[in-house]
């Protein structure tokens, strides 16, 4: 089942922080990050796996929530450089290694 | 640049017809995945490849088949193409078949008249 991410999208100014949630029904083993930029390839932002521990990477950072099978992932002080949509893959647990990708969300930042 | 290249870049063909998309993974990576991705269906996962074996399969019509080389290309054959199968497809790589991050390639911008 697909993972569902929120919001859709969303709009932001430069600087100001957002959160994007990703949710699943089934049990996951992981959850994926990545953003597409319009007319290029998804870019990885960051892996989280059961059982460990929040992840980072400068300005965005992400939670997995095992017990909800949630994952958010956190963008602080946006830079123009954030827009994009961004997807989450999720693994579930018992599973082959194939990721099933949420429907994405658009963020865009503006000056 | 990911490391991970494909060709062509783009592909107009005509309903009925058969393609091949090539794939070639990031040096060191022997996991292929293929992605299907279009406007009202999103990232569709296909079919992945570790070291020349079909390791996981996704989504994947009976008319598309998928092969890993000896040196670790990758091909996506679509054959009885349909007007729905037009979309951009995505090749991507990992060092194993474990959870690992993917770098995707360039694409395929795949359209079927």
């Known amino acids: 089942q697909q993972p569902v991410q929120s919001p859709q999208a969303v709009i932001l100014r430069e600087g100001e922080d957002a959160v994007i949630n990703c949710s699943s029904s089934?049990?996951?083993?992981?959850v994926h990050w990545y953003r597409q930029k319009h007319g290029e390839a998804p870019v990885f932002l960051m892996i989280?796996?059961?059982?460990?521990e929040q992840k980072g990477h400068e300005k965005i950072s992400a939670s997995f929530n095992e017990k909800k099978q949630q994952s958010s992932l956190y963008l602080t002080a946006s830079q123009l450089s954030y827009s994009g949509t961004y997807f989450c893959?999720?693994?579930?647990?018992?599973?082959?290694?194939?990721?099933?990708f949420g429907s994405g969300t658009q963020l865009t930042v503006l000056p | 640049d990911s490391g991970v290249t494909q060709t062509p870049k783009h592909l107009i063909t005509a309903t009925g017809q058969r393609v091949t998309l090539r794939c070639s993974p990031r040096?060191?990576?022997?996991?292929v995945y293929w992605y299907q991705q279009s406007l009202d269906q999103g990232l569709q996962f296909l079919i992945q490849?570790?070291?020349?074996?079909?390791?996981a399969k996704g989504n994947i019509l009976e008319r598309f088949s998928a092969q890993q080389f000896p040196d670790l290309h990758s091909e996506l054959n679509l054959s009885s193409l349909e007007l729905g199968d037009s979309a951009l497809y995505f090749c991507?790589?990992?060092?194993?078949?474990?959870?690992?991050?993917?770098?995707f390639g360039p694409g395929t911008r795949l359209t079927v008249t």
């Open positions: 893959g999720t693994e579930f647990s018992g599973s082959a290694r194939q990721l099933t």
């Open positions: 089934k049990a996951l083993y992981s």
């Open positions: 040096s060191g990576d022997l996991s």
């Open positions: 991507a790589s990992s060092i194993d078949s474990n959870s690992n991050e993917q770098y």
């Open positions: 490849y570790y070291n020349g074996e079909e390791r």
């Open positions: 989280l796996l059961k059982g460990g």
